[in-house]
Structure formats: C-alpha cells, structure tokens
Nanobody, 115 residues
Framework: QVQLVESGGGLVQAGGSLRLSCAAS????????MAWYRQAPGKQRDLVAE???????NAADSVKGRFTISRDNAKNTVYLQMNSLKPEDTAVYYC?????????WGQGTQVTVSS
C-alpha cells in the first residue's frame, strides 16, 4: 500500500526555521514528481514548492528565498527547509506525489509560527 509519512512540524517563533520530511513507500519514488502544499483554516490548499523527478524546482512567490525543496531518492524522502518563518506561514502542510497514472497525498502536519 502507498504511504506518505510526514514529520518535522511543530511550533516555532517568527524568524525561526523548521525542516519538514516526507518519507514515501509503495511507489517508485524516483519516478514521481513531489510537492508540498499548505492550507490555513478557511482557505484553499495552495502549492508551496515542487520538485520534478529530474530535480527541477519551483516555489510560490510568497516563499521564494525562504523555503527550499529537495529530495533524496536513496531514502525515498522529500524535504522542505523553511527559514525566516512568518506568522502567515502557519498552516497544515501536505506532501504530494504525482505519478504518470495516480497521485497521492500525505496526512498533513501542522506548522504554527508565533509572533
């Protein structure tokens, strides 16, 4: 069975850093594009950053220069390094895997940034 297991969420002060991890199983990880999304209460789920199977990256304007997405195919894991965190970054963060036929979501992990 397919599973995306997230870790690294928590409470952090504004200006601080946090690193999220998403470990995948049940898929050929290296063949999947990966992404991080986030959703704040009462708002839609938005793309934060993505990385293709070939290693190309893209990030939302709101996090450019602060967040970095990366992947380690040997560990079947995608990461989101978050620096200079702001209160508006507070949201549930979701891991996403896109394959040629099927897509998968992680369970989500809460990130809370205090002022």
């Amino acid at each position: 069975q397919v599973q995306l297991v997230e870790s690294g969420g928590g409470l952090v002060q504004a200006g601080g850093s946090l690193r999220l991890s998403c470990a995948a199983s049940g898929i050929i990880f290296s063949a999947h594009n990966m992404a991080w999304y986030r959703q704040a209460p009462g708002k839609q789920r938005d793309l934060v950053a993505e990385i293709t199977s070939g290693g190309s990256t893209n990030a939302a304007d709101s996090v450019k220069g602060r967040f970095t997405i990366s992947r380690d195919n040997a560990k079947n894991t995608v990461y989101l390094q978050m620096n200079s965190l702001k209160p508006e970054d507070t949201a549930v963060y979701y891991c996403y895997a896109r394959g040629s036929v099927r897509n998968y979501w992680g369970q989500g992990t809460q990130v809370t940034v205090s002022s």
